[in-house]
């Protein structure tokens, strides 16, 4: 009977702990054009209000819709983004059908403050070009961490 209780207190504290978890994707469109747009999957989780997430996000996209970038961001400059409380991860990306379309960057607050990136140009060095690139990636350990995605900065 103990053994059950205590079982049953620890999966109260660690789902407690899970639910806790949040997480916000701020967008700030400086262009005076496009509509900023997240997406993980499927899905149109944001097109440009603040999206806030219980719990982990993981494998989302964000890119400024000028009109010319695919569901995906096709043809547009990205930013990859995963906040996960123990590591989270972002990134630009022109790797193609992605390619520089405005001026993109982010950074996170809340813990990490200050680490981010920035792609103002083609061929910027902070960008992934090609899949290999895996040190062009901005990580955080930090629990509970957000990001700013900025355009046209």
Do not use: W
Request: aromatic share 10%; hydrophobic share 35%.
């Amino acid at each position: 009977m103990f053994s059950i209780l205590k079982s049953t207190a620890l999966l109260v504290v660690t789902l407690g702990y899970a639910l806790a978890e949040t997480h916000t994707v701020h967008f700030t469109n400086l262009c005076k054009f496009g509509t900023p747009t997240l997406i993980q999957g499927p899905n149109v989780l944001s097109t440009g209000g603040d999206y806030t997430r219980q719990g982990p996000l993981l494998g989302a996209i964000a890119y400024l819709q000028t009109g010319g970038c695919g569901f995906n961001g096709e043809g547009c400059t990205l930013v990859e983004l995963s906040l996960n409380n123990g590591f989270s991860s972002a990134d630009i990306s022109l790797i193609p059908p992605h390619a520089f379309s405005v001026t993109s960057g982010f950074g996170y607050y809340n813990g990490c403050d200050g680490a981010g990136a920035d792609c103002k140009e083609p061929g910027c060095p902070q960008a992934f070009e090609n899949p290999n690139e895996t040190g062009k990636q901005v990580g955080c350990p930090a629990a509970n961490v957000n990001i700013a995605v900025t355009f046209c900065d």
